[in-house]
């Protein structure tokens, strides 16, 4: 039998027609629906597709919020046989008018917020119909809700082979261009297995899940489609919800599985810490994005009484690739390290770790070497064969620096492009940050590469303060016995905040263009490094 | 990616080389090895299959008990490129013999305490070669260890696509000869990944697994294939362990994960209230091959302090297809109850049920419709195309009449051959025979239909007494009020034990044949309907 994300339709309506969707905005619920009527809206939505003239393989895309009318597009335009291209509405509006020619995107679903975004992928694309998701159209514009309400339920969605694709995103790396990952109908039916591992993140019917994690980012990890596969309730948080908006989400859903980001972790866990928050209502709280530290893990684990994972993947692996599941009678502190590692490779990929010259790297918790993977669920190419240096034989370079230890263990110790190379030998960067990191003063900091004359490169460490303030020189002399004497910094710059990427990572060009070389500590101040809303 | 199963031994090796395969017999430990280990006795293994001539799709047979030399078949002849072919040692030596010819088998890998039961087999196939799995080789047999012993080890299998089969089992059908069932390589990995679900039996690498459903019988449910995906241990309990025995190996092993039928379940329960064995260390007892009774289910979980769980599939669904996981918050009864079902469908897989028209039967708990399923891991056909009847459309007709509520769960109420026809209404045989279970004195029951002039069939019911021993008109009159007054039995046979099939099952045509129409209760005695050991 063909494995087609659209049967994860008729599966919700089937095996779970009485499970919820629900969608907040501001922390209020405003919406309580169920799966027998998002299955109804859903087929009448691909009936409007159709009847608008989308064709099978024909890209549509969103530039949507986290709510329910985006989560019906993702199975509304695999049911008409297209592709659903979710648009990153934090790029600047010239990226997305390049992603969306790129792309050659048929439709827009557009929430009337993100209007000024949209402007010139509109511009330079007239023939490109767009429906507003909410508020009133504009001349021209379609309403969302009138395409529900006309449209012609679709029960025999065009045939579509499991090598179809039936999304695109668009990863937005720091290197060149945005580059298109297209998702087939096998890519994602065997993630969202994967997804349901007990070892993995075990996304079963008992779980009432938050889409935290915004659904233009590799399909907000896939979890919309493991819920809707195993008969979960979903939540739906809305546009940019406050820290305290996640809390009462969670205290009034009971939900049971949250997936984000450290940065805002550790945010919900002051927040739990200064309300009281009972969160234990959740069974996991993945952290995703970047590395948490070991006192997030603890705060997650001890003072929200709530098990943290972590996962890893990238846009390119669908994204789920590694879960940091630590044994079950492995103490606090050992633990904690555990969980601190990207964890796991998932049942059906494979990987390896290859040094410079493409030789085979020992899994010995030491040795380094870039990060290669392959499986059903990981890319084989760009959208359009953009940069096919990025793929050698089938496996995806991940541009990971990672040691893999004899447990299986993954750790990412840096980007390749990260990696510092001073006097001939490799600094890593995200071990500087580590160590910088437990040192007084410091809430967050970025290592960059700046050009040096003798050495080739040196680091410059950028440390946002705590409420405390922070002491450049105590922050070098607190590196002392912690990392290789050479290894530290020439500077240390503060900020107030680290410039981030549209999906909330350090945007270390940005970071390596202000502080590159001509700058000194007492020079820098927060408005070099702007920070970009996250 | 091609989905293959020799891909879980890389990961076997890759992912978890210290983890454990152990072998009991007769309930102590007799050997303990690693899955490196592993890996390499079946690269090994399967070159000497290689080097004996054994090519691309070629099958090989084993009749053999749960031991590790059968485990390492199970990887080796895929490895080779060839079709595990596992022959169900309980059939009659003229039934293997026709298997072996139907399958057309190269090889047969066999324990030697078996060779009675091949003979009629080899001697129909003179160029079969046969390897001895334990003991000293007959003239013209291999020893398996020289085998493994000078194999060249395969590191670069055969290329095999994901539709090539696998593995091959036959039923054992009470209908007509015996039929094959091939499992090709999809299926079988992504029948594993469903092993791996957390909604499904959630095999995880935290699982210390026992097999105790022969390695014959749908390749011991698929759990070998998921322990090594995921990287659990395994525990082998050899030939025929006792009650004590597999108590013995719980514990003494922390054993968390254990499938078997429910009559063995009885004697574990029996077995462990007698002597105190504590069982705590499994995580789930599934059971599977009948409906368990609600006692047995209250007894796991109270008496035990296990959770029970069920299993539902047959050979043709690889053969997990459902599971009756209860609600996590559901009261003790209610519990029970759920756990009773046959549960709900695994995500991946479509069912309908079919009145005789073909006629789809609504899923409201009450309307009764046979079975039919479809999915990656269903069979669409029989090995060599036979009954091509018990399929229609790509869907398998299961020959199970169920219900299936509006919460999702399947409760399979009878055979549609065990339909008894009574003045042109239906009787569930299941359903009385579940009645009866609960009348005084009746530790075990099986209900036949035997001709009848006026009513064209009516049942009888063939008890077996517990220790008490069982009065049949008590128990008639315990049906009172529990079943409608003309599903009434026209008789009560008493007798020492039911009939069963090499699967453990009770044998309903044998049955119908002993009881045929002519007896009543006072003539029936034990002797008339022999029990076959299990």
């Known amino acids: 039998m063909t494995l087609l994300v659209t049967t994860f339709l008729d599966r919700a309506r089937d095996h779970a027609p009485d499970r919820e969707i629900v969608d907040y905005v501001d922390g209020t619920c405003v919406r309580r629906s169920t799966y027998r009527e998002y299955d109804a809206r859903v087929r009448r939505l691909a009936g409007a597709l159709r009847e608008l003239g989308v064709r099978p393989g024909d890209r549509v895309a969103t530039l949507a919020g986290n709510h329910h009318r985006h989560l019906e597009l993702y199975l509304a335009v695999p049911l008409a046989g297209a592709v659903l291209h979710t648009v990153n509405l934090r790029l600047e509006p010239d990226e997305i008018a390049y992603v969306v020619g790129h792309a050659d995107d048929e439709l827009l679903f557009l929430d009337v917020a993100l209007r000024p975004a949209a402007a010139p992928a509109r511009a330079a694309r007239p023939g490109m119909r767009v429906v507003v998701l909410d508020g009133d159209p504009e001349p021209g514009e379609m309403r969302y809700e009138d395409l529900v309400a006309g449209g012609d339920p679709v029960h025999d969605p065009p045939p579509r082979g ?259 190379k001073s006097g001939g030998e490799w600094i890593s960067s995200l071990a500087l940050e580590a160590a910088l990191l437990e040192a007084p003063g410091v809430a967050d900091v970025a290592v960059v590469a700046v050009p040096h004359e003798r050495w080739q490169e040196r680091p410059v460490a950028v440390v946002v303060p705590d409420a405390g303030g922070v002491d450049p020189d105590a922050v070098l002399a607190a590196l002392e016995g912690r990392v290789p004497r050479w290894w530290r910094p020439d500077r240390v710059e503060v900020v107030d905040a680290l410039p981030r990427t549209s999906v909330g990572k350090v945007d270390k060009r940005r970071l390596r263009d202000t502080v590159g070389g001509t700058h000194n500590a007492a020079e820098a101040d927060a408005s070099r490094v702007p920070a970009t809303p996250s």
Not at 230 to 252: F, K
Not at 256 to 276: E, I, S
Not at 358 to 379: K, N, Q, S
């Open 162 to 420: 499991e090598d179809d694709l039936a999304a695109l995103c668009y990863t937005t790396g720091t290197t060149g261009a945005p580059k298109g990952v297209g998702y087939t109908h096998r890519a994602l039916c065997l993630h969202t297995m994967a997804a349901g591992l007990a070892d993995g993140h075990a996304i079963s019917r008992r779980d009432r899940v938050v889409h935290l994690v915004a659904m233009f980012h590799a399909n907000a990890w896939g979890v919309p489609f493991a819920a809707l596969m195993v008969g979960a309730d979903q939540i739906l948080p809305g546009p940019s919800p406050r820290v305290a908006d996640v809390a009462t989400i969670i205290e009034r859903e009971r939900a049971t599985y949250l997936g984000m980001v450290p940065t805002l972790a550790v945010d919900l866990v002051a927040h739990a810490r200064r309300t009281g928050a009972d969160l234990r209502s959740l069974r996991a709280l993945v952290l995703g994005g970047s590395t948490p530290s070991r006192e997030l893990i603890r705060a997650i684990e001890e003072d929200l009484g709530v098990s943290a994972f972590q996962g890893w993947g990238m846009t390119e692996t669908s994204p789920m690739a590694t879960f940091s599941r630590p044994e079950p009678d492995a103490a606090p502190a050992k633990r904690y390290a555990q969980i601190q590692t990207q964890g796991r490779l998932l049942p059906g990929l494979q990987w390896r770790l290859v040094d410079e010259d493409g030789a085979t790297v020992p899994h010995d918790g030491v040795a380094r070497g870039e990060l290669l993977l392959r499986g059903p669920w990981v890319a084989t190419g760009y959208y359009r064969g953009e940069r096919p240096e990025a793929f050698v034989d089938g496996w995806l370079r991940t541009g990971d620096v990672a040691t893999i230890d004899p447990e299986g263990r993954l750790r990412v110790v840096d980007r390749t492009k990260d990696l510092i």
